[in-house]
Nanobody, 127 residues
Framework: QVQLVESGGGLVQAGGSLRLSCVASGRTFSNYAMGWFRQAPGKEREFVSGITWNGGSTVYTDSVKGRFTISRDNAKNTMYLQMNSLKPEDTAVYHC????????????????????WGQGTQVTVSS
């Protein structure tokens, strides 16, 4: 089992920044590819960004490219999502998730490839 705990959400004005963190425990963090997903009220969960087990490759959904940066520190069992130039449409609950280490590229987009999920952290962007 892997336990994932997100933090760093909050209320920010449009154009502002937040940094989300996801701390993992229970198993070796570097054995997992990781991803961020988000779900806004009344909408389906959507992929935001993913990163391979060693941080060597990252992917993003088009709407956040150039604004969000995913990273990880395996020594700290932590993944991050730096979110800049936030927009009201970024408002959602953000979840981190862990997938088997062999996943990369387009496979990180699919939520079904993730085995473990955090409870989420709320991000609210006001206009």
């Amino acid at each position: 089992q892997v336990q994932l705990v997100e933090s760093g959400g909050g209320l920010v004005q449009a154009g502002g920044s937040l940094r989300l963190s996801c701390v993992a425990s229970g198993r070796t963090f570097s054995n997992y590819a990781m991803g961020w997903f988000r779900q806004a009220p009344g909408k389906e969960r959507e992929f935001v960004s993913g990163i391979t087990w060693n941080g060597g490759s990252t992917v993003y959904t088009d709407s956040v490219k150039g604004r969000f940066t995913i990273s990880r520190d395996n020594a700290k069992n932590t993944m991050y999502l730096q979110m800049n130039s936030l927009k009201p449409e970024d408002t959602a609950v953000y979840h981190c998730a862990a997938a088997p280490e062999y996943y990369s590229g387009r496979y990180l987009y699919n939520s079904r490839n993730y085995n473990y999920w955090g409870q989420g952290t709320q991000v609210t962007v006001s206009s």
